[in-house]
T-cell receptor
Framework: GENVEQHPSTLSVQEGDSAVIKCTYS??????FPWYKQELGKRPQLIIDIRSNVGEKKDQRIAVTLNKTAKHFSLHITETQPEDSAVYFC???????????FGRGTSLIVHP | SQTIHQWPATLVQPVGSPLSLECTVE??????LYWYRQAAGRGLQLLFY??????ISSEVPQNLSASRPQDRQFILSSKKLLLSDSGFYLC??????????FGPGTRLLVL
């Protein structure tokens, strides 16, 4: 099965700084690369995703970049705010299987 | 868009008691359905998934079972709960895309 690793496991930044979380995967057939955000006590929710035919996607302060050759994709958050504090999960999957493998999560703490 | 309902929101059960958690989905047909468990401060563990009525795949052997009696209903059960069954149980679905939509979850505490 797919091997997924997220780094770092914890990330602490000051408000206004940028944050980058990296996800590496092992299945070269993976072609869907989402990032989910889970606030404390809440359900995970999709914040951004990318498919293998695109290298980068941006949505306001968040972006995802994909390096298929190296088998990793990253979440970038600029101008972080306290409300960005949450656990972020990557969950790559291959088309047709609909069985994602979730990373272990990265706890992002944004200090005001 | 999909809406997922889960109940109950919170449950406290004694060790050895049975369990039944229900999940229903609105806004999509023929969804893939999933049960996840999340221990405190941990990641998401996929327990079961279903691609259709009566079709259940188990990812982790344990004392839990799942059933899908209707297209948009997914039930997680146990005959005898263990202390280690405590956690946050999340139901999820995918429709026409691979994006996972999660329900609000059930917090289970086994004492």
């Amino acid at each position: 099965g797919e091997n997924v690793e997220q780094h770092p496991s914890t990330l602490s930044v000051q408000e206004g700084d940028s944050a980058v979380i990296k996800c590496t995967y092992s299945d070269s057939a993976s072609n869907y690369f989402p990032w989910y955000k889970q606030e404390l006590g809440k359900r995970p929710q999709l914040i951004i995703d990318i498919r293998s035919n695109v290298g980068e996607k941006k949505d306001q302060r968040i972006a995802v970049t994909l390096n298929k050759t190296a088998k990793h994709f990253s979440l970038h958050i600029t101008e972080t705010q306290p409300e960005d504090s949450a656990v972020y999960f990557c969950a790559p999957s291959r088309g047709g299987s609909y069985i994602p493998t979730f990373g272990r999560g990265t706890s992002l703490i944004v200090h005001p | 868009s999909q809406t997922i309902h889960q109940w109950p929101a919170t449950l406290v059960q004694p060790v050895g008691s049975p369990l039944s958690l229900e999940c229903t989905v609105e806004g999509t047909s023929n969804p893939n359905l999933y049960w996840y468990r999340q221990a405190a401060g941990r990641g998401l563990q996929l327990l079961f998934y279903s691609v259709g009525i009566g079709q259940i795949s188990s990812e982790v052997p344990q004392n839990l079972s799942a059933s899908r009696p209707q297209d948009r209903q997914f039930i997680l059960s146990s005959k005898k709960l263990l202390l280690s069954d405590s956690g946050f149980y999340l139901c999820a679905c995918t429709g026409s895309s691979e994006t996972q939509y999660f329900g609000p979850g059930t917090r289970l505490l086994v004492l």
